[in-house]
């Protein structure tokens, strides 16, 4: 299977500890994006690549969290000094490059977050 | 700007009765449009996009959608659904750079 792939699954943890996320895409997709979700809501936008170069982030995201693509492949996802607030489902998704967004996304299974 | 409402939040129907989830965007530009539908602790499955051509486009397991650019809408369909299609979906519009989602219907059938 070539889908997306996210890992952990499921991510308990402790408020204050670090805790980061790794997304694999579907080879070949140059997109990447990350939404979180919580319970009763749609994704909600956290940020996007084009290859290895971050060009969209939103306001949602703190500094709290932050995003990375090395050589445009797989990406990470880090939150520090984790809060209460950010127990959500973490999603990942790719897509190929098409003329301006005519492709759908390829989700992942998501990572769930839960910090006590 | 672009935004996506689903105007019902939860729709409970019978098993094999047909089924309407309603979609309207708002957008100040040339949209594409999907349905998502997700099942607890999953991802999301792709149901149907529009990207151009025909109006009504089909998707699977049976499910159809009619965009409609005067009435900005792209409401979801199917003449008859199943025990197995109790889930969440979800209303996308894509302008280039990222997907924005509605809040989601959560699809009860009823056996």
């Known amino acids: 299977d070539t889908g997306v792939s996210q890992d952990p699954r499921h991510k308990i943890t402790k408020r204050g500890q670090n805790v980061t996320f790794r997304c694999d895409p579907i080879s070949e997709h140059n997109r990447l994006y990350w939404y979180r979700q919580t319970l009763g809501q749609g994704p909600e936008f956290l940020t996007y690549f084009q290859n290895e170069a971050q060009l969209e982030k939103s306001r949602l995201l703190s500094d709290r969290f932050s995003a990375e693509r090395p050589k445009g492949s797989f990406s990470t996802l880090e939150i520090q000094r984790t809060e209460q607030g950010d127990s959500a489902m973490y999603l990942c998704a790719s897509s190929p490059r098409r003329d301006r967004g005519r492709t759908e996304a390829f989700f992942g299974q998501g990572t769930r977050l839960t910090v006590v | 700007a672009q935004s996506v409402t689903q105007l019902d939040s939860q729709v409970p129907v019978f098993e094999e009765a047909p089924v309407e989830l309603r979609c309207n965007y708002s957008s100040s530009v040339s949209v594409y449009l999907f349905w998502y539908v997700q099942y607890p602790n999953q991802g999301l499955q792709l149901l149907l996009k529009y990207l151009s051509g025909s109006t009504l486009v089909k998707g699977i397991n049976g499910f159809e959608a009619e965009f409609n650019k005067s009435q900005t809408s792209f409401h979801l369909r199917k003449p008859s659904v199943h025990i197995s299609d109790t889930a969440e979906y979800f209303c996308?519009?894509?302008?280039?750079?990222?997907?924005?989602f509605g809040t989601g219907t959560s699809l009860t059938v009823i056996p």
């Open positions: 996308a519009v894509n302008t280039g750079n990222q997907f924005y």
